[in-house]
């Protein structure tokens, strides 16, 4: 079955740790997207990629890191700079940066102890 | 600049009631507008979606929403709400002619009481 998936599904960091959340989608999607969700507020977008080797900043870049080293593949690396990570994050995919229709992946709860 | 704006953070109506989400966009260009549905810790799921044309879009579980320009409105409705309805709702927009960046409203929390 085509989909994104996410890994893991629960994640807990001690203060001052960096954490990366995996994302891989075998849709043949070009764009995929990182979001943030917090209760009250939405999503917002963190980063997303294009195409492989290329990312741009979102709304909430900082803090955070990402890579696009392979097509099905867009991995968030959660800084310690991130001064209040926990949330609920979210990745997404869509055939082409301009497409209509973002599909979603189960997301990620981080923690941070 | 574009926003979204869902009017109530929770509704609560009847099984077999009529459920209304509330969604007001601000755009400088035509928009496309979407609803997506969340269950609980999972992820979002399309319900429907506004690019051009009918102005009455169908989506799927049996909800519909009408795009009003004068308005500048996308409400979410179904006649009859359903125990399985209880979820987080979310209005997006996304501005025709850039790139595929949506912008969310906080979305809605609706609550089927029996």
């Known amino acids: 079955d085509g989909g994104i998936t996410q890994s893991p599904k629960y994640l807990f960091r001690k203060e001052g740790q960096n954490v990366t959340l995996s994302c891989e989608q075998n849709?043949?999607?070009?764009?995929m997207y990182w979001y943030r969700q917090d209760p009250g507020q939405g999503l917002r977008l963190i980063y997303y990629?294009?195409?492989?080797?290329?990312?741009q900043k979102g709304d909430i870049a900082e803090g955070y890191s990402v890579s696009r080293e392979k097509k099905e593949s867009f991995p968030l690396t959660v800084t310690s700079a991130q001064k209040n990570p926990t949330a609920f994050y979210l990745c997404?995919?869509?055939?082409?940066?301009?497409?209509?229709?973002?599909?979603f992946g189960p997301g990620t709860r981080l923690t941070v102890l | 600049a574009q926003s979204v704006t869902q009017l109530g953070s929770h509704v609560s109506v009847s099984e077999g009631a009529l459920v209304l989400l509330r969604c007001n966009y601000s755009?400088?260009?035509?928009?496309?507008l979407f609803w997506y549905v969340q269950y609980p810790n999972q992820g979002l799921q399309l319900l429907l979606k506004?690019?051009?044309?009918?102005?009455l879009v169908k989506g799927i579980n049996g909800f519909e929403a009408e795009f009003k320009k004068s308005e500048t409105s996308f409400h979410l409705t179904k006649p009859s709400a359903h125990m399985s309805d209880a979820a987080e709702y979310f209005c997006?927009?996304?501005?025709?002619?850039?790139?595929?960046?949506?912008?969310f409203g906080t979305g809605t929390r609706l609550q089927v009481t029996l």
């Open positions: 997404a995919s869509s055939p082409g940066l301009s497409d209509n229709e973002q599909f």
């Open positions: 506004y690019t051009t044309g009918a102005t």
């Open positions: 997006a927009l996304r501005g025709t002619g850039t790139a595929s960046k949506l912008t």
């Open positions: 849709l043949n999607h070009d764009a």
């Open positions: 755009s400088s260009v035509p928009p496309y």
């Open positions: 990629s294009q195409i492989v080797n290329d990312f």
